[in-house]
């Protein structure tokens, strides 16, 4: 069974509460129950981390990549825009994956229209919502 890591930076455990015009009202709870149902219909085994530390992240992709996971979704956030590190982890960890951002990053503010952490994946997802996660756990289901 293929195993899939989902990856949540800085303010991902806001959800529903930080800025909801922008990120809506549901929570990370609910996202992962979205994912874990499809995950299911998949054939897929998920694990979620999330921490607003980088370091604990790049700690975390090693670890994982260490214990045989297959692929990673990511959404680290803020450090999407600016972590040659967590970049670094991906690229070295020969694992596709797929980063997600729930809002439009090409639509919001000049900082953020750039990922440094997007080359070290094979697709960049951004501005479908949750929608946006099924999406890459499809694309890696058939990877």
């Given at each position: ?19 909801p015009e ?63 590190a967590l ?57």
């Amino acid at each position: 069974m293929k195993k899939i890591a989902v990856l949540h930076g800085p303010n991902l455990d806001r959800l529903g509460k930080r800025q909801p015009e922008i990120y809506g009202t549901a929570t990370l709870a609910d996202l992962e129950r979205v994912l874990r149902a499809e995950a299911k219909q998949l054939g897929l085994t998920l694990t979620f981390f999330q921490s607003a530390h980088e370091g604990a992240l790049v700690d975390r992709i090693h670890a994982l990549t260490d214990r045989g996971v297959d692929a990673f979704i990511v959404n680290f956030g803020a450090y999407s825009h600016t972590s040659i590190a967590l970049r670094d982890a991906l690229a070295a960890s020969g694992r596709p994956a797929v980063e997600v951002h729930i809002s439009d990053i090409a639509k919001r503010e000049k900082f953020r229209r750039t990922s440094m952490t997007a080359g070290a994946c094979v697709a960049l997802i951004s501005g479908l919502g949750f929608p946006g996660y099924v999406q890459a756990l499809r694309r890696l289901a058939g990877s």
